[in-house]
T-cell receptor, first 111, second 109 residues
């Protein structure tokens, strides 16, 4: 069964560094999402992406964040200058119809 | 803005018990998802509902659109069902999901 994959599974970085989280959505899906979950808190929406552009973003998704679909398979989330409060689990999701399929997540730790 | 509330926040039960987790939301939706999150953190989609009822194995999900309420039931619960169960809704016309805070379920043998 096709699945969403994410790399790396765990990323440790120093405050102020740039990180890129990578996702490979399911191949025929057209809608892509990033969510995050700070430890002990709800999952929160960051951004949705369709037709090579951002279709919706949250207040969290400020100028420090960007998304890209550099080729036909990858979907990336870049954080330009990480802060301690960016430490969280980041989930990618994709969909073709209504149902979203989630990746296993990348645990980002900012020290 | 849709507020999604789940109850209970924590639930501990004995193996074999019938489990019910509830979700209510404040604004009309196009779809409601029930998700399962295991201790490692990964999220698995269990159901997507826009009306009525769905069943998959020992899991049953129902939704009442008028009442803005959904329930997830687990029959003959088993320790491997121990996880966090999350309700998430998609508002009409929106792309994103809005998540509840999750219900931590522990099934003891």
């Amino acid at each position: 069964e096709p699945e969403v994959t994410q790399t790396p599974s765990h990323q440790v970085t120093q405050m102020g560094q740039e990180v890129i989280l990578r996702c490979v959505p399911i191949s025929n899906h057209l809608y892509f999402y990033w969510y995050r979950q700070i430890l002990g808190q709800k999952v929160e929406f960051l951004v949705s992406f369709y037709n090579n552009e951002i279709s919706e973003k949250s207040e969290i998704f400020d100028d420090q964040f960007s998304v890209e679909r550099p080729d036909g398979s990858n979907f990336t989330l870049k954080i330009r200058s990480t802060k301690l409060e960016d430490s969280a689990m980041y989930f990618c999701a994709s969909r073709e119809q209504l149902e979203q399929y989630f990746g296993p997540g990348t645990r980002l730790t900012v020290t | 803005k849709n507020e999604v509330e789940q109850s209970p926040q924590n639930l501990t039960a004995q193996e074999g018990e019938f489990i019910t987790i509830n979700c209510s939301y404040s604004v009309g939706i196009s779809a409601l998802h029930w998700l399962q999150q295991h201790p490692g953190g990964g999220i698995v989609s269990l159901f997507m509902l826009s009306s009525g009822k769905k069943k998959h194995g020992r899991l049953i999900a129902t939704i009442n659109i008028q009442e803005k309420h959904s329930s997830l039931h687990i029959t003959a619960s088993h320790p491997r069902d121990s996880a966090v169960y999350i309700c998430a809704v998609r508002n009409q016309g929106a792309q994103k999901l809005v998540f509840g805070q999750g219900t931590r379920l522990t099934i003891n043998p």
